[in-house]
C-alpha cells in the first residue's frame, strides 16, 4: 500500500491496534471477466519479524 509522505503514520501501537481491531482484509485478484475481491480474516503475529507479520488463509480452487 503506498503511503503518500505527507501522510505519515508511523505510531507502531496504534497500527497493531487497528489491525486488531479490523481483522478482515480483500484480496483482488484479476479473474477472467475481470477483478475478483474476496474476504480474507487476517491474524497479526506481533513476535514475528521486526514489524510483526500479517497472517492469513486461503483455499486455492484448481479451475478446469
Request: glycine share 12%.
Amino acid at each position: 500500500m503506498h503511503l503518500p509522505p505527507c501522510h505519515p503514520f508511523t505510531n507502531r501501537d496504534a497500527l497493531f491496534g487497528l489491525m486488531d481491531t479490523h481483522a478482515l482484509g480483500t484480496w483482488v485478484c484479476p479473474g477472467s471477466d475481470g477483478l475478483i475481491a474476496n474476504h480474507v480474516p487476517f491474524v497479526l503475529d506481533r513476535r514475528r519479524g521486526p514489524h510483526g507479520t500479517v497472517l492469513g488463509q486461503v483455499a486455492g480452487v484448481i479451475a478446469p
